[in-house]
């Protein structure tokens, strides 16, 4: 080893103590070590304040997001350099010491649905009248409501071992589950999903950012933001640069039933095309919206947000989330 190498101190690694989050830092330090084979990479995994209490209620536990606040003090105050993250947990608004650099590709962004095992339905239209989902997921929840008014709903919390254990007991109430496949497949549950969820077969949108991991650094830490730029995707971060430009246009500060949905239309002219659904709980009322637009940068994508969020503000979402923001759901 040259004495360089050894000079070089370990780039830190911060991430929350679930097993999909390990999973998942695991998989951007094998990424780093193939572009960065020198560098030494470390894992802290932190059992989050947000992990310790399972009640729906810390949702609105002061101005601080729980599962985000202690990493991110760690990162600020020098003692990790990167924090790993599903992008639909990272708030729109972050803090000021705190910047988002690269979004790796993503994987399938769409919800999935699980069966509980030993039953003999296949899909959510084979679903029997008044069989139980169980999601906590407003988003889920308001448009599954929508398009399938004989189903019910029941909370469904805990990492995603635990909800597959809750729904497969034979003594629970639930018939099956929505989780996100990106989700399932990164923990090897691949094999339990019985269908995916997108807007072409029947299914629902799928929430902002999801299926991409986000990748948070200190604000103006150069060095870090070019070695993890080498991670990133373009076509991904374009996309979820759109999704989160919509959901800061139109959220009030806690989580609300805004579906989404981006697909690159036409590869070559760089077509991104985004379709969005804001839903009320109960799923009686939404509007819904689709625009196609070139995008080639970040400010263009972030304009293509803007303008379906104002689009959607237009048709009548705002006085579906006050309705919301007044009851303040768990969060998805
Ligand atoms: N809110 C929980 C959460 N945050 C990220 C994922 C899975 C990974 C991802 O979709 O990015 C999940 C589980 C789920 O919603 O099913």
């Not at 962004?109 to 989902?133: N, V």
């Amino acid at each position: 080893m040259t004495e360089n190498s050894q000079a070089q101190p370990p780039l830190r690694i911060g991430t929350r103590r679930s097993n999909l989050a390990v999973i998942q830092a695991e998989g951007i330090r094998a990424s780093l070590q193939k572009v960065a084979p020198d560098r030494t990479y470390e894992i802290e995994a932190l059992h989050t304040l947000g992990d310790k209490d399972k009640s729906t209620e810390l949702y609105n536990f002061g101005a601080k997001n729980l599962w985000t606040a202690e990493l991110e003090e760690k990162l600020t105050s020098g003692e990790l350099d990167v924090i790993v993250h599903c992008l639909k947990d990272m708030p729109t608004r972050l803090p000021d010491s705190c910047d988002l650099a690269a979004i790796p590709l993503r994987d399938d962004p769409r919800d999935a649905l699980i069966i509980k095992a030993g039953l003999p339905y296949t899909s959510l239209k084979t679903l029997p009248e008044g069989a139980i989902i169980g999601t906590s997921s407003v988003r889920r929840s308001a448009q599954l409501r929508r398009l399938y008014p004989h189903l019910r709903f029941a909370n469904l919390r805990g990492n995603v071992e635990t909800r597959l254990a809750k729904v497969d007991n034979p003594e629970s109430e639930y018939t099956c589950m929505i989780m996100s496949a990106a989700g399932l497949e990164r923990v090897g549950l691949k094999h339990r999903i019985n269908q995916y969820l997108g807007s072409k077969d029947g299914g629902i949108l799928h929430a902002v950012g999801q299926g991409a991991l986000g990748l948070e650094i200190r604000k103006g830490d150069a060095k870090v933001l070019e070695l993890l730029d080498q991670l990133a995707d373009e076509k991904s971060t374009l996309a979820c640069l759109a999704e989160r430009s919509l959901l800061y246009t139109l959220e009030g500060g806690c989580t609300v039933p805004i579906g989404v949905e981006t697909e690159w239309v036409d590869e070559s002219k760089h077509v991104l095309r985004m379709r969005a659904i804001v839903v009320s709980l109960d799923g009686t009322q939404s509007v819904e919206d689709s625009i196609d637009a070139t995008v080639n940068t970040n400010d263009e994508a972030k304009a293509l947000g803007r303008e379906l969020a104002e689009r959607l503000v237009k048709a009548g979402a705002e006085a579906i989330l006050k309705e919301i923001n007044a009851t303040r759901p768990p969060k998805d």
